[in-house]
């Protein structure tokens, strides 16, 4: 049997930091949604119990780093599963960009697997597991619009935003994850973004709304690092965006545009001087 999951991209309308948490972690108040711009994974059973992970790219890894594998090695060891499987992973989302590529292919893999081998897990239980491979796999596995507390993992479901054409820049720089909230000073931030205005906007379907409660404390880390991604920035800006920030720990920022029209120009002149930009919708 083959079957198919398409893992999606999530960018961060709203990320704060409230505290560092005494097991390293932050505690974190963050609205998430998913993107049309998503990776396809293809899992068929092996005859021999045994993961094997393959991809049409060459810069990710392929044996027990990669979250796809640890996944389906969790769901092996919790359920004691003693059969193999080959997992496809057709990338698409962008590596290392703040828009939790590897989560969500943790997350398809715990669902395409629950599928495959007719586990019954429910989707509660599923969150759960996804906890322990990483802080965004819960809500990756249930996707839609949620605010995440705690390090990510607790979710509460919202309605979806207003649909708008969302621009993804993402230039050639990496970021770590863990290197970004490692540099956080949580008692040293001047201004939090709010989750409740910006669950108030996205209640009352406001598209100005949500584009003037975006807000991500980790810019202020990135940036600094980085000074190409405020480039960025000011350039999606100056282009006519209607709303910009960066997603996650970054590098990639995504600029929200309600008309089409605005479209060309703002993916063109990016691309003059970006490499990976992308002209998708919000995936509602
Ligand atoms: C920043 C965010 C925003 O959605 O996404 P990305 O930029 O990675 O996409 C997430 O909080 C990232 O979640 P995820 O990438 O799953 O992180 P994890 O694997 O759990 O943790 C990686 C490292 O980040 C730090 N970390 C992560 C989450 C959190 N709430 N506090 C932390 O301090 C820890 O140092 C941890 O060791
Ligand atoms: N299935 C996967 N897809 C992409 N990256 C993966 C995967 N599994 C492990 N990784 C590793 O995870 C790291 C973070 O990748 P990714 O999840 O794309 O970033 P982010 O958390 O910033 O959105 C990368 O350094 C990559 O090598």
């Known amino acids: 049997m083959r079957i198919y999951e398409k893992a999606p991209a999530k960018i961060n309308l709203m990320l704060d930091v409230l505290r560092k948490r005494p097991d390293g972690y932050h505690e974190v108040e963050m609205i998430m949604t998913m993107v049309d711009l998503a990776d396809r994974l293809e899992m ?3 005859p021999r119990d045994t993961i094997i992970i393959s991809s049409q790219v060459g810069y990710i890894p392929l044996d027990e780093k990669n979250l796809a594998f640890q996944a389906a090695q969790l769901i092996k060891d919790r359920y004691n599963v003693n059969k193999g499987v080959y997992i496809h992973l057709d990338k698409k989302i962008p590596v290392a960009a703040g828009l939790a590529g590897g989560s969500s292919d943790a997350a398809a893999t715990l669902r395409g697997l629950n599928r495959l081998w007719k586990l019954g897990i429910s ?3 599923l969150r759960d597991l996804g906890a322990e491979l990483g802080s965004d796999v819960p809500f990756c596995v249930t996707g839609g619009t949620a605010l ?9 479901p919202l309605p979806n935003p207003p649909q708008c054409w969302v621009i993804l820049a993402k230039p050639p720089i990496n970021v770590s994850t863990a290197g970004v909230y490692g540099r956080v000073r949580a008692d040293r931030i001047q201004q939090h973004p709010s989750a409740k205005r910006m669950e108030e906007a996205i ?6 709304g949500v584009c003037r409660e975006l807000g991500n404390v980790l810019e202020d880390v990135t940036l600094k690092l980085h000074p190409e991604v405020q480039r960025l920035k000011e350039a999606m800006i100056r282009l006519g965006a209607d709303g910009v920030l960066m997603s996650g720990s970054g590098p990639t920022v995504f600029g929200l545009v309600s008309k089409e029209a605005k479209i060309p120009r703002i ?4 691309r003059g001087f970006c490499k990976e930009v992308y002209a998708i919708r919000l995936l509602t």
Request: overall charge negative; glycine content about 12%.
């Open 267 to 270: 993916y063109n002149g990016l």
């Open 148 to 156: 995440a507390t705690g390090r990510g993992e607790v979710l509460t």
């Open 44 to 46: 068929s059973e092996l």
């Open 123 to 125: 989707d509660e239980e």
């Open 203 to 208: 209640r009352e379907n406001s598209f100005a």
